[in-house]
């Protein structure tokens, strides 16, 4: 990632999980319901123009978005840093499954500004512990489908 690192538009990365059916088995895998099938997930990171940045571990698919999410980001926030990547102001999209006091404490200690659609079932009113290391911004969030587009690519080559 280091020589390539000056490629990357770091205006705004997007973060999602991607389940993967995993049909011939592995080491990471578990019956997904709404799959039928085995899979296995993994934490994408994709820059503002939508390519692959970073990718975590694999995980068994049975898992929802927040499955070890300090773990895995620190890792990915930790290679980030070994490519000489600034994470400090860095904006990054999540979706709902990702409005957590876990996920959104990682990216704060981070220096990384979050921005994460609310999710209803999550999301603590009158928290104003985050304001400056977390927002809710619907333009800079519409930038997320790139990581949309490439998931759906990703997963129908294969």
């Given amino acids: 990632m280091k020589e390539n690192s000056h490629h990357i538009d770091l205006s705004s990365l997007a973060l999602d999980r991607s389940h993967t059916p995993a049909k011939n088995g592995g080491e990471s895998v578990a019956y997904q319901g709404r799959k039928s099938c085995k899979t296995t997930n993994s934490l994408f990171v994709t820059d503002n123009q939508g390519i692959v940045s970073l990718m975590s571990t694999s995980q068994a698919g049975n898992h929802n978005d927040l499955y070890e999410i300090e773990s895995l980001f620190i890792g ?83």
């Fill in 76 to 158: 990915l926030s930790n290679i980030m840093k070994g490519a000489n990547v600034n994470l400090d102001g860095l904006f990054v999209n999540a979706d709902s499954g990702f409005d957590s006091n876990k996920f959104k404490d990682a990216c704060s200690k981070e220096g990384i500004i979050s921005n994460i659609k609310p999710n209803g079932r999550n999301t603590q009113q009158g928290d104003l512990s985050r304001i400056g290391t977390h927002i809710f911004d619907e333009e800079l969030y519409k930038r997320r489908y790139v990581i949309e587009r490439t998931n759906a690519g990703r997963t129908a080559s294969h």
